[in-house]
């Protein structure tokens, strides 16, 4: 987390002149130098890189060089379409992924698992933004059915603007979401899949299959559950990966969430909202890699067991 | 007389893509209740395959092509899928290999027992649970109250062993299936597993099919034994006909490639032929190359050495070694009439060197330390080998025994040079010896001291020809230069571990595990080195090929008067390849003796134990 | 002494025994992969010879000529097989162009990516300690940034410093150092990976025993041992690598719009779409996929091939 945000504090301080970008070319030198010392910008660089910290930590986050606006409002504002479309598609690339995985892997062979992985190639060779355009060419432009651009009607909770709650917003939610879940959903369930597989020619299996226990325990309760902590690996993985390419997806679908701003920014080298938005995901990450290591507490004994002993 | 078990000429195919391969073909066997028929055999001889096909679990693409299998005179091949997974666990049960990996590792030990219990018989929870828990007091596993809720891998490998066996114990079933149930065990846990095998089978009548490589194991606990080979029955009957009095000559072959505990051979005799995989390429040679030359190049090469030829005594050096090899000896060695033809030369130099050591090891301490230590805990170092003190003879072979984890490997790395001593001191033919990291490069030692691994699948470089994985120590050494005398050394070398020159153009993966084991051995040879380190070196192999490797051994030792530590955890292996032994046990040196002397009465308990616990053909073959 | 005709029994001998060969010999559908990339490769290479124009040449270009749907639709013109664009370039030749482009940016990312990955995976993995705590340690914060963030943010930085008018002319080189950059990460891992387990194999041993150089043994004794794996990683990571540089450019980040790569000629197809100029958008999109998904199948091929645990 430090490191990161020494990373985007050299971007911040370094990447280009901030004095430059923020002033038009007639500003005098003396303003300039001016606007230097009153930015502290001429202080040792250790004490301006603990006022970004400290800066960071209270929620100080600058103004934007393209707009002006201080960045946190721009952030903030942009935060829930982002979340909310980021959580919509992971809980498509889950919900269908896990349990495509598990069946591809048992019926190895079988007309509908080989129909299903043929599928999957396709889907991870596809680029997002072609599945993006794909969709809304089919469903925005011929059949008309659902809007291909914004978040539609949203309502506000507090500053949180929701688009759950229209009618208008899930329609608009659902292209995106689609789009953005596809490729996870592939991942999911190739990675399930392919553990599944794994698992499944262990000696315990093999035991509990001469054993006799049936079936279904022997594939869910102790074939699946084993599989379960490389897949949780890379569902936090995949949280990252959503972020990602929700920039692709928000930059197809005219969609405002952070991802498109971050695009902008870099189109216009808007070193603060980068700087800041850089931080925001380390943050993020952070609290991601902090649940799975629970997760994997919870999950498995041998972890759990070895830290109390 | 109620026969269990009926099989009656099973034979069972796997289509590959070279065509169908026959794993079984024409078996018959039965087992009898309250009987444990032993299945003996060397590695694709089909053991595991009749295990398989009587549980109805054969690997995909297997079939089974012909015959019938009776239990309890249900014929199950009859079975359809669903009825036929019913019967597993409770009127099938199997024990498999290896207890690390065959209990599942985010169960409880009671999860995994109540659920099979409960699987087979309407019971509810808690009858369920009382059932697990005497029958894992009968396994004798200890603590059962406290230790039931465990996981798997809060026990030791033995105890595993011991909840695998109730595991399969649980459902009462007619027939068990051990496929290799102590193979992954210390000769002591292996004594009380196949005890409690033992004892089990006789208080609950149940017929059990033991299948092992392990011809003690078999001469030990079966009642009846079927010796298989390439996929059919060579023998079968009474366990004390089959190994006492062999009638087919496999069989007799197998009893005689057994290493014996009761005394040295000078060489195995009567072993099974090695497979002919490789002839028709036997006319394929080098000019020049033999075994001869081989030799003859090996013997003048130990510069080092006190030989009673002068020329070599002083300059010790690797240049004046090359120059007198390229020069003179390969000429001669082309024309002279080959002094070296009867192969055996006996020790050079004979008692004259055996009383100089060439390896002294002084307070040998090694210490691991983990990897990572914890964030609060300070780190821990793990003692591997402490206060180790020995001196090897020239021309001697020193046995190492030991248990898993006792150190054995240890020394190895730490001579060599690929582990660093914590402490002590190690002296190489009177002069100090570096530890490895403080060890130079072109330290003499580092030629001098060879090493043959365990495994012969990783010790050879799957990406490099045969010629080339031996021609390296030649070329790296700098003991040959020119292309042809390389490639003539590198045919005489393989000619002389009994390999065919031709073997040079290929590649590893071409060989059985047996001639890999072989291109090993020249490999470390073709350094000329005066001491040789082996590392378990047929403990990877099957028995028949394992006395073929220990008589190319005992062969080169005597021939070149090659100082070998052997290490083996195999007692019966060291009482044929060693003149001293030493015990280790937890990394602590605990017995020094000579090899007649330790086998006639060990002198510390631990060692009488070990003895004790190895099992031993002796008795059968007195009878 | 080797006769010919033994030489070649002996050749004849080793292809039937090299799995590789022939499982691809009897697997149609990586061969038909391996035809379609080929297709893909020698028509990007050749594209100056078979293309009918020169996208790049912009005196050529007629502005009448632009948005003209394909030769076989009734507004088409026979001079442009699958229509032109908004400026009127034959899209039929920028697409040729353009995958030449993306090519060579997928390529050069990878060749990149590969050397530098490769080299501290095998330092890594042989040496072990603080260098392979301090590279491991970059490689999973790395790890956690997708590729695609990675890049964007490399392509940024460098937007960034560089000053403004020569973007265009460094835009190929930023472009392939930040999809490179983004990308040695899975390199490094494997190759570290493999190393390790290759390591503690007892030919290596047998080599330290030796004294033998450790930048020897790494490249004579390892890196031929883990080569299969990094041959997986180099087929699929070239698809990863063809997608970043399509997406990068059509997010408008990537190569110079002067000389189009299949990513721009999507984005500029996109604004059109609306519009129901469709072909711009399709045929640029169905090169791109239909490569990506060519190199795709080689790589699961590959992966299958050498898995031992999957035969």
């Known amino acids: 987390m430090l490191a990161v945000s020494l990373i985007a504090f050299s971007l911040f301080r370094f990447v280009g002149d901030p004095i430059a970008q923020m002033v038009g070319q007639e500003t005098s030198i003396v303003d300039q130098e001016n606007l230097r010392e009153r930015l502290g910008l001429n202080d040792p660089l250790t004490t301006q890189f603990v006022r970004f910290v400290s800066n960071l930590a209270t929620g100080e986050f600058g103004f934007s060089y393209r707009t002006r606006q201080p960045v946190s409002e721009m952030i903030l504002s942009r935060l829930p379409a982002t979340l909310e479309l980021g959580f919509i598609s992971l809980l498509i690339s889950l919900i269908v992924g896990i349990p495509a995985g598990i069946y591809t892997a048992l019926k190895r062979g079988g007309v509908l698992a080989n129909t299903i992985l043929i599928t999957t190639l396709a889907g991870i060779s596809v680029p997002t933004f072609v599945i993006g355009i794909f969709l809304i060419y089919l469903f925005g432009v011929q059949l008309g059915w659902l809007p291909t651009f914004g978040r539609g009607e949203t309502v506000p909770i507090g500053w949180w603007q929701t688009s759950f709650l229209t009618w208008e917003g899930w329609k608009s939610l659902l292209l995106p979401a689609i789009t953005l879940g596809i490729y996870q959903l592939t991942l999911t369930m190739r990675l399930v899949r392919a553990e599944m597989q794994d698992v499944l020619k262990t000696d315990y299996i093999k035991f509990a299959t001469a054993r006799g226990i049936n079936y279904r325990s022997l594939y869910f309760n102790h074939a699946f559950r084993n599989t379960l902590v490389p897949v949780i690996t890379i569902i936090g993985l995949q949280l990252g990966g959503i972020i990602a390419f929700s920039i692709v997806t928000e930059s197809v679908f005219q969609w405002p969430g952070m991802g498109l701003l971050f695009l902008d920014s870099i189109r216009y080298v808007d070193i603060p909202v980068m700087s800041v938005y850089l931080v925001l995901i380390a943050l993020m990450f952070v609290i991601i890699n902090l649940t799975v290591d629970i997760l994997y507490f919870m999950i498995d004994p041998r972890v759990r067991l070895k830290s109390n002993g | ?623 | 002494m080797t006769t010919l005709t033994e030489r070649f029994a002996n050749l004849r001998r080793i292809t039937r025994e090299n799995e590789l060969v022939y499982l691809f010999l009897h697997n149609r559908i990586a061969q038909i992969a391996a035809f379609v990339a080929l297709l893909c490769i020698g028509g990007a290479m050749l594209s100056p010879w078979i293309a009918p124009t020169d996208p790049y040449d912009i005196a050529a270009l007629d502005i009448m000529d632009s948005m003209l749907p394909p030769m076989w639709s009734a507004e088409g013109d026979p001079r442009f097989l699958i229509g032109t664009d908004d400026q009127g370039r034959d899209l039929f030749s920028a697409i040729l162009y353009g995958t030449r482009l993306s090519l060579f940016v997928g390529l050069l990312s990878i060749t990149f990516a590969s050397v530098l990955g490769v080299s501290v995976g095998l330092m890594a993995g042989y040496f072990g300690g603080r260098f392979d705590a301090i590279m491991m340690r970059i490689a999973d914060v790395q790890l956690s940034l997708p590729a695609i963030l990675t890049a964007l943010l490399i392509d940024g930085v460098a937007r960034g410093i560089l000053p403004r008018e020569s973007h265009d002319d460094l835009m190929i080189v930023v472009l392939t150092v930040a999809i490179g950059l983004s990308l040695w990460v899975n390199f490094a891992r494997t190759a570290r990976a493999s190393t390790f387990v290759e390591k503690n194999k007892e030919y290596v041993q047998a080599s330290q025993i030796m004294g033998m150089h450790p930048l020897r043994i790494m490249l004579f004794h390892i890196l031929p041992n883990i080569m299969g794996p990094i041959m997986v990683i180099l087929t699929v990571d070239l698809a990863v690598a063809i997608l970043l540089e399509a997406t990068l450019s059509f997010l408008g980040v990537g190569v110079p719009p002067n000389q189009p790569s299949l990513g721009t000629l999507i984005r500029i197809g996109t604004e059109y779409m609306f519009s129901g100029e469709w072909w711009i958008v399709l045929f640029p999109s169905g090169m791109l996929i239909t490569m990506v998904i060519a190199v795709n199948i080689l790589g699961d091929f590959l992966r299958d091939a050498l898995n031992p645990r999957l035969r």
């Open chain 2, 1 to 623: 007389m109620n026969t269990l078990l009926d099989i009656k000429n099973l034979s069972v195919k796997f289509p590959t893509r070279f065509g169908e391969f026959t794993a079984l073909d024409d078996v018959s066997l039965d087992v009898n209740a309250g009987e444990i028929h032993g299945l003996v055999g060397e590695s694709g001889a089909g053991k595991s395959t009749v295990g398989a096909a009587i549980i109805g679990l054969l690997q995909s693409p297997g079939y089974i092509a012909d015959g019938n299998i009776h239990l309890s005179g249900e014929n199950l091949l009859q079975l359809d899928k669903d009825a036929y997974h019913q019967l597993r666990g409770s009127r099938i049960s199997m024990i498999f290999q290896d207890p690390q990996t065959s209990l599942n590792p985010l169960l409880t030990v009671s999860e995994q027992l109540v659920e099979t219990i409960r699987q087979h018989s309407d019971i509810d929870h808690d009858t369920a649970r009382e059932q697990a828990i005497a029958l894992l007091k009968e396994t004798g596993l200890q603590d059962v109250e406290q230790r039931f809720h465990d996981y798997p891998h809060q026990f030791s490998g033995g105890m595993r062993q011991r909840v695998v066996i109730a595991l399969a114990l649980c459902t009462d079933p007619e027939l068990i299936i051990a496929d290799e149930p102590t193979t992954a065990l210390d000769v002591s846990v292996q004594k009380q597993i196949l005890a409690l095998i033992r004892e089990l089978c006789n208080k609950r009548n149940v017929g059990i099919i033991l299948i092992t490589h392990d011809i003690g194991v078999i001469s030990e606990i079966t009642d009846r034994v079927t010796v298989l080979r390439s996929g059919r029955v060579v023998e079968s009957g009474a366990t004390r006909d089959v190994l006492g009095k062999p009638q087919e000559e496999y069989t007799q072959a197998l009893m005689a490639a057994v290493p014996r505990l009761d005394k040295k051979l000078h060489r195995f005799k009567n072993i099974v032929a090695a497979d002919k995989q490789i002839t028709g390429d036997v006319q394929w040679t080098i000019e020049g190359a033999s075994a001869e030359f081989a030799a003859e190049w090996l013997l003048s090469g130990n510069a080092d050495k006190p030989l009673p030829s002068p020329p070599l005594i002083k300059g010790g050096s690797l240049t004046s070694l090359r120059t007198d090899v390229s020069d003179e000896h390969l000429v001669s060695s082309l024309d002279s009439d080959a002094s070296l033809s009867k192969r055996r030369l006996g020790r050079p130099g004979g008692v004259a060197f055996e009383s100089s050591p060439i390896l002294e090891v002084a307070n040998l301490n090694v210490t691991f330390h983990s990897e990572r230590p914890g964030w609060f805990s300070k780190a821990q170092g793990f003692k591997a080998l402490q206060n180790i003190n020995f001196s090897m003879q020239r021309g001697e072979v020193l046995g190492v025994v030991g248990e898993s984890g006792s150190g054995k490997s240890t020394l190895a790395k730490v001579i060599v040079g690929l582990v660093d001593p914590a402490a002590g001191e190690m002296t190489f033919n009177d002069a100090l010896l570096p530890p490895g990291s403080k060890r130079p490069r072109q330290h003499p030692a580092r030629r001098q001291i060879q090493m043959v691994f365990q495994d012969p699948y990783s010790s050879l470089n799957n990406r490099q020809t045969v010629e080339d994985i031996i021609a390296e120590p030649i070329r790296f050494y700098g003991l040959a230069t020119q292309r042809s005398e390389v490639r003539q050394l590198v045919a005489s070398v393989l000619e002389l571990v009994e390999m065919p020159q031709r073997a040079m153009l290929k590649y590893p993966h071409q060989f059985s595990g047996g001639q890999r084991q072989r291109i090993a051995v020249a490999r470390a040879l073709v350094a000329r080195p005066e001491f040789l380190i082996c590392d378990e070196p047929t403990s990877a192999l099957d028995v028949s090929i394992q006395a073929q490797i220990l008589n190319l051994l005992k062969d080169l030792q005597e021939t070149f008067g090659l100082s070998i530590l052997f290490i083996s955890h195999d007692l019966a292996v060291v009482r044929q390849m060693a003149d001293r032994v030493i015990v280790l046990r937890h990394g602590e040196l605990i017995e020094t003796a000579d090899t007649e002397a330790f086998f006639a009465e060990p002198g510390h308990a631990y060692s009488r134990q070990l003895l004790r616990e190895t099992p031993d053909l002796g008795l059968l073959q007195a009878s």
